[in-house]
């Protein structure tokens, strides 16, 4: 594939917190001297060698006038919006409805044969393949096997039947490692799971400070204090907070080395970088697909368990396996048969899978997924790591993030600072902001009137996350001075009731 952005990347030049975690930036020349960086020129210029940029078309753009809140704003043209929040819900690629009227016309004229031959006019297959077909796709976006990958229920359900299945509290291990501020799913489910055990919540959590970021060597102390009591490890792979990517495969490896089981949640993850989570030796993970993978909200997710699990080695005449739920619905993807889920000779995790996906939201994200099928994770990871490395440089320029002095030479400067790490290895697409608590809401109504849509977490952090399927360098440029009018009107404010 050609990929114009390649160049851009340089080797670390500088000792950073984590420095093993990729590239800096180094942006494309511009076509002119004359040409700032900082200026709209350079801005298009970089949208007119993005070799993704056709992608956008792929996506259904709200129009300002079919938005129901303020994000109308005060002009009579309509125009797309400005859409930033993909972190959250992905934008609706234009696909997904035709491939959910293929399967309403299936169903209606084939009934029970739709899910076993495919009609010579139809672009989708028989339900009875879209299962399989979903996983190979959601296994090359995540770097698993076939046999590895499950699209399944959603995360949380995903994540409580994997810790079910492989949580075992022996031999004076029962401790469970997690962050501090891990989402509230994450939290209850590892709690959850103690409690079922009648082990003491308190005793028997391990929690890492990660306010603001988590460093890997924090993560190792914790491993290396509690690894003769610690039976598994559940970490986010992108903290959702601050867009902080931690380090997978060098934690997996440390956690591996000790003995402990360890469990990613990539629910900001998946479909945002690149992921080898069968090469990473990752025992388990789950995701969602409602966000970089724009599968719609609320919309199946997938789960990934390491082919090692599922293998079964003779000892002394009996068989070496890990009991786990079985379910009817079990196949042997290589043969297609079914499999009896008493028998312990299955070599596969797919007797894991409870029960027949929904055919109608795996035919949603099969129809996102074609979108993916247009490029690869690598293309996409380097124009996202350009575009929101453009957008933090924008952000430095004008609010001069940079100058320990900035506050005194502009008090507006104070109202602002980045939590995501600046390394491009150390994050996602997503920039976390933070934006003093009294002024966030006039901010986000500031940028609502200007067509701006992003993701809020209260009392004071804004999550700005320009996905390279859709977004463009023109639509950072913009963000950052509607930013810019909006701090000073809302810093205005501020001031007025200070006074």
Not at 91 to 116: D, K, N
Request: glycine residues 6%; charged residues 20%; contains cysteine.
């Amino acid at each position: 594939m050609d990929r114009p952005f390649v160049p851009a990347f340089a080797e670390r030049q500088s000792l950073n917190r984590e420095p093993d975690m990729g590239p800096t930036i180094a942006f494309p020349r511009a076509e002119t001297e004359e040409t700032l960086m900082t200026s709209r020129d350079y801005a298009q210029m970089l949208d007119s060698i993005d070799p993704l940029r056709n992608l956008r078309s792929e996506f259904c753009i709200p129009q300002t006038s079919s938005m129901t809140k303020s994000v109308k704003g005060s002009g009579s043209e309509d125009e797309p919006i400005t859409y930033f929040a993909g972190n959250v819900v992905g934008l609706q690629p234009r696909a997904v409805a035709g491939f959910i009227q293929h399967y309403l016309e299936q169903w209606g004229t084939q009934a029970l044969f739709a899910g076993l031959v495919q009609p010579p006019d139809s672009a989708l297959l028989p339900w009875a393949q879209i299962e399989l077909e979903v996983a190979r796709q959601m296994g090359k976006i995540v770097g698993a096997k076939l046999e590895e990958t499950f699209p399944m229920a959603g995360l949380e359900a995903s994540l409580r039947l994997l810790i079910e299945s492989f949580y075992r509290p022996v031999g004076g291990k029962t401790k469970i490692i997690v962050e501090k501020e891990a989402l509230s799913s994450n939290f209850l489910a590892a709690g959850s799971q103690l409690a079922w055990y009648d082990l003491n919540v308190e005793e028997n959590m391990v929690l890492i400070d990660s306010n603001p970021l988590i460093r890997t060597k924090q993560i190792f102390k914790a491993i290396d204090a509690h690894a003769e009591s610690t039976a598994m490890i559940l970490l986010s792979g992108i903290q959702c907070d601050t867009g902080q990517l931690l380090n997978i495969p060098k934690i997996t490896a440390y956690a591996r080395s000790h003995n402990i089981l360890i469990c990613w949640d990539l629910a900001d993850a998946a479909g945002n970088v690149e992921l080898s989570l069968h090469d990473w030796d990752v025992d388990l993970a789950v995701w969602s697909t409602c966000s970089y993978m724009n599968s719609g909200p609320g919309s199946i997710g997938g789960m990934f368990v390491h082919e090692k699990h599922g293998k079964i080695n003779p000892n002394h005449g009996q068989a070496e396996w890990r009991p786990r739920s079985a379910s009817w619905s079990a196949k042997r993807r290589d043969a297609g048969s079914i499999v009896d889920a008493n028998s312990q000779a299955d070599p596969h995790m797919s007797r894991l899978q409870g029960s027949n996906g929904s055919t109608l939201e795996l035919t949603a994200v099969l129809g996102s997924l074609s979108v993916f099928r247009k490029t690869d994770m690598g293309a996409l990871r380097e124009k996202s790591v350009l575009l929101t490395g453009y957008l933090e440089y924008l952000l430095k320029a004008k609010f001069n993030l940079e100058d320990p002095l900035r506050e005194l030479q502009d008090p507006l400067h104070a109202l602002l600072t980045i939590q995501t790490p600046k390394e491009p290895g150390a994050r996602g697409a997503q920039l976390s902001l933070k934006i003093h608590h009294e002024i966030l809401d006039k901010v986000i109504e500031v940028l609502e009137e200007n067509h701006i849509i992003v993701d809020v977490k209260r009392p004071s952090i804004m999550r700005i996350a320009p996905v390279p399927l859709y977004n463009t360098f023109d639509e950072v440029w913009r963000f950052a001075q509607v930013l810019e009018e909006a701090l000073q009107l809302a810093g205005a404010t501020l001031g007025q009731s200070e006074d």
